[in-house]
């Protein structure tokens, strides 16, 4: 039986080497770069980004002058169209015109007939004076039937000709809307690369941003521009060997992982724990970093987003990384790149609906404590984070000395 224990227990401490060894092993890749690279992929995206803003000029103009096509097209196509309604109404007073003199060469035919009979001088009479003016009407008559005869073959041409034109201009409008159907599905990609472009943009934007405080970070840290992130980091962040708990007094009321949500119901994955206590929305109730190290984060913007007020912190401890996340603030007390101990108030509790600065994912006074083994940055606990620490996720209660749910303590260090 002792000898089974004993090579279990010397089993376990190998594995634990290993473990270890593995974990050391891995840290380095983590943040392996020298500040000089990470200077030179800032001049990269930098890059990158004035080229997308190029695009993004291109691409707005290019959007200008089909949108200035489309919209000569437009009013050609009304052109048209009002070309068209003029032809239809010439053919139509053509036509009418050409009913009138075909009346009038009826008419006159009716007169020659007439003349033209044996028994007709009589008839022709009246209207004429006397024989020589009948001559004379019948030699007119004559010439206005072929004069009638000619308008409205003239007629019948131009109506063709109007016809003519209006078919020309029916296609010319065909041609067009195809054109104009074909400029508007180019316009719905160009939109789509804009938008494109735009959020791409946003993202180059942020990542910038991230860069560039995380060089200032490093260089007021005093970092050597060939030193790698993780060698200096060791160096100037504050070393230390146990975590503590953030509050002088408390108790759990919300262990991390899978539960049901106090605000919608659903079950979710709980990255934190949840504390309170009796004074937990006093205006004055502290709350302490776990451990020394440097503020990497702070957002006191009062705003209602989810986790409200926030604090990250990066540490060392024992020769390892960790950051710690501090949730639903009513005020913060520390900046950006400050360094803290264990003892330093990094802010007040809050999260509770009464007060002014209540966030959404909150239902009562209490502090939302994250903790993690990969550094801060945007995606990881970042602003762009609704979520808070996911790479690297450690629960705080298996890390930090807490006692059961609901049991109260009065201190930061006593075992439980
Ligand atoms: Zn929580």
């Not at 594995?15 to 200077?39: D, G, H, W």
């Not at 600065?357 to 990881?380: I, M, R, V």
Request: with cysteine; hydrophobic share 30%; charged share 25%.
């Amino acid at each position: 039986m002792i000898r089974l224990r004993n090579s279990s227990k010397i089993l376990f401490q190998i594995l634990f080497v290993v473990c270890l060894l593995i974990s050391n092993f891995y840290i380095p890749e983590v943040q392996a770069k020298t500040l000089r690279e990470m200077r030179e992929e800032l001049e990269e995206l930098k890059e990158k980004y004035a080229n997308n803003q190029l695009q993004i000029d291109l691409t707005e103009e290019e959007i200008e002058q089909t949108e200035a096509r489309i919209a000569s097209i437009r009013t050609t196509i009304l052109d048209i169209q009002e070309n068209m309604y003029e032809l239809r109404n010439t053919i139509e007073q053509l036509n009418q015109d050409i009913i009138v003199k075909e009346e009038e060469i009826k008419d006159i035919l009716v007169f020659f007939q007439v003349a033209n009979g044996e028994n007709s001088y009589l008839e022709y009479a009246f209207g004429a004076k006397d024989f020589t003016d009948f001559i004379y009407r019948l030699a007119v008559s004559e010439q206005l039937t072929s004069y009638n005869n000619e308008l409205v073959e003239q007629y019948k041409k131009d109506i063709e000709e109007s016809e003519r034109k209006t078919e020309e201009l029916k296609q010319q409008e065909v041609d067009l809307n195809e054109e104009r159907d074909d400029l508007e599905v180019e316009m719905a990609k160009l939109g789509d690369r804009l938008e494109e472009l735009d959020s791409d943009s946003l993202s180059i934007e942020e990542q910038l941003a991230i860069m560039e405080s995380e060089i200032e970070l490093y260089t007021s840290l005093g970092c050597g521009e060939d030193q790698t992130i993780e060698q200096c980091s060791a160096e100037v962040l504050p070393p230390d060997t146990t975590m503590w708990r953030p509050t002088p007094t408390g108790y759990i009321s919300g262990y991390s992982g899978w539960r049901v949500s106090p605000i919608d119901g659903d079950t979710e994955f709980h990255h934190g724990l949840d504390m309170s206590d009796s004074g937990a929305n006093w205006d004055d109730y502290p709350i302490y970093s776990i451990a020394n190290g440097i503020v990497v984060y702070v957002d006191n913007s009062n705003t209602s987003t989810c986790g409200g007020n926030k604090v990250y912190i990066q540490h060392y401890i024992n020769g390892q990384f960790y950051t710690s996340g501090y949730w639903h603030l009513r005020d913060v007390t520390v900046e950006e790149h400050q360094v803290v101990t264990k003892n330093t108030q990094i802010g007040v509790m809050g999260g509770y609906p009464a007060t002014e600065y209540w966030d959404e994912c909150s239902t009562g006074a209490h502090l939302h404590l994250e903790l993690s083994d990969k550094p801060f940055n945007q995606e990881n606990g970042g602003s762009e984070s609704i979520y808070g620490l996911r790479d690297g996720f450690l629960r705080p209660e298996l890390n930090i000395n807490f006692p059961s749910k609901g049991v109260y303590w009065s201190d930061r260090t006593t075992k439980y």
